[in-house]
Antibody, heavy 117, light 107 residues
């Protein structure tokens, strides 16, 4: 049974780059059956889909974040990553990674990232 | 972006009640819709995919229906563990978008 686990710093300074990794266990990021995505949830708010990556490296990013977001995949390590550059307080959120199969199917538990000096 | 409008935004119900949540898409999305349940401090959990297919392991009291622009999630007999926030998600058109959520509270 596949499981996903986010990891990364919980505190990032404004203007810096937020970097998170999602480790996939019980499955492979080199599978052509799935996409691998990132989703975030601002405190007390709804959910925002950030984007996803296919094992081949092809990506789609939400235009609301596109200029600042990079998602990459390391199939050898069964993990994928998220980078958000030039962060502000508005990027403070719980960040989730997910495996997509007709929409996000399996989710990580989430990791809280706070942007503050 | 496709706008997903959920209603109601919150509701109060009793154990055993039948509960219906509606999601309306700003344009047709075929059946490319999922329903998610989220409890406080937890990740969302998918209940329904392809508008009406029950995710494996999800109790049969949950059901989904609809196609095009109108979708419904029904809980046939509300149980104590069902008090949570529910979201719809469309994955027909980029970017995927969620409804604003429906909080189901105890009456």
């Amino acid at each position: 049974q596949v499981q996903l686990q986010e990891s990364g710093p919980g505190l990032v300074k404004p203007s810096q780059t937020l970097s998170l990794t999602c480790i996939v266990s019980g499955g492979s990021t080199s599978s052509d059956d799935y996409f691998w995505s990132w989703i975030r949830q601002h405190p007390g708010k709804g959910l925002e889909w950030i984007g996803y990556i296919y094992y081949s490296g092809s990506t789609y990013y939400n235009p609301s974040l596109k200029s600042r977001v990079t998602i990459s995949v390391d199939t050898s390590k069964t993990q994928f990553s998220l980078k958000v550059s030039s962060v502000t307080a508005a990027d403070t959120a719980v960040y989730y990674c997910a495996r997509e199969n007709g929409g996000p199917e399996v989710w990580g538990q989430g990791t809280t990232v706070t942007v503050s000096s | 972006d496709i706008q997903m409008t959920q209603s109601p935004s919150s509701l109060s119900a009793s154990v055993g009640d039948r509960v219906t949540i509606t999601c309306r898409a700003s344009q047709g999305i075929r059946n490319d819709l999922g329903w998610y349940q989220q409890k406080p401090g937890r990740a969302p959990k998918r209940l329904i995919y392809a508008a009406s297919s029950l995710q494996s392991g999800v109790p049969s009291r949950f059901s989904g229906s609809g196609s095009g622009t109108e979708f419904t999630l029904t809980i046939s007999s509300l149980q104590p563990e069902d008090f949570a926030t529910y979201y719809c998600l469309q994955h027909n058109n980029y970017p995927w978008t969620f409804g604003q959520g429906t909080k189901v509270e105890i009456k």
